[in-house]
């Protein structure tokens, strides 16, 4: 007998390949002995939906529309429940969750959590992330109501980090030295433990292999999905 689950709606295509990213963690986490075992999954990867960053950081075109539309789509459809790749659209969280009424997981806030339950000596968490994402202190407000301190890299190294991400949209396998040199920086300010907060950098680290104290917020949404809908984690 096959038991059933809630369907699991992905707002996506921030990037396409993170979305992607996403759904083979799904598939790989959950705990499945045959296919009917898996959750049902609708995925809208909406590369149309316009940067969050320029917009946060430049006043770029609102994202917001899109947003919404890609939500209620997925409602629509038939989702259950939400989750969305893309550390910066969390900016916009609330102004989706109050057009849908269907629970949306927030991945920032699961993160954290993560985080505080699992890396219970770690006091100082470092932020790697795009301008969009610090500057509106999305992790930031996560991560002190957990009663842990942020940190943020220096502009220099800030910019690195942007490089890497901004690298792997284009479709490319940037060099990791740069994005090291900022860990590096967060380690001497006293960051013990680090956030991969774009989905990019979840992409970069299976792309080059780097391992350490890095937390994976695609990881952490994937398995918390993975309860939500029903089932169990690996």
């Known amino acids: 007998m096959i038991m059933d689950s809630k369907t699991l709606g992905i707002v996506g295509g921030m990037g396409p390949l993170a979305t992607a990213m996403l759904f083979e963690k799904i598939a790989t986490l959950t705990r499945v002995t045959r296919d009917q075992d898996h ?3 609708l995925i809208d990867s909406n590369p149309q939906i316009p940067d969050r960053t320029a ?10 529309e899109a947003l919404i539309a890609t939500a209620k789509h997925l409602e629509f459809m038939g989702a259950d429940f939400l989750i969305m790749p893309c550390n910066t659209a969390h ?3 609330d102004d989706i969750t109050k057009k849908i009424a269907i629970p949306f997981l927030h991945m920032v806030n699961e993160t954290a959590h993560h985080i505080a339950t699992h890396f219970p000596e770690t006091k100082k968490v470092g932020i ?3 301008e969009g994402t610090c500057a509106a202190r999305v992790y ?6 957990q009663g ?12 690195e980090v942007t490089n ?7 479709g490319k396998t940037p060099a990791l030295e740069g994005f090291m040199k900022a860990v590096e920086g967060l380690k001497a300010k006293g960051a013990t433990c680090f956030v991969l907060g774009c989905t990019e950098l979840s992409v970069a680290q299976k792309l ?13 949404i994937a398995t918390a999905a993975i309860h939500f809908a029903g089932k169990q984690s690996v």
Do not use: N
Request: glycine content about 8%; hydrophobic content about 40%; overall charge negative.
């Open 148 to 159: 842990l301190t942020p940190l943020t890299p220096d502009p220099p190294m800030q910019q």
């Open 55 to 64: 917009h946060i950081v430049a006043d770029g075109p609102d994202p917001r």
């Open 91 to 93: 900016y916009f969280f």
């Open 39 to 41: 959750i049902r999954v």
């Open 164 to 170: 890497l991400i901004y690298g792997i949209k284009a």
């Open 128 to 130: 790697l992330a795009t």
């Open 208 to 220: 080059h292999g780097f391992s350490g104290p890095f937390v994976d917020p695609l990881t952490v």
């Open 140 to 145: 930031e407000r996560a991560l002190e109501k």
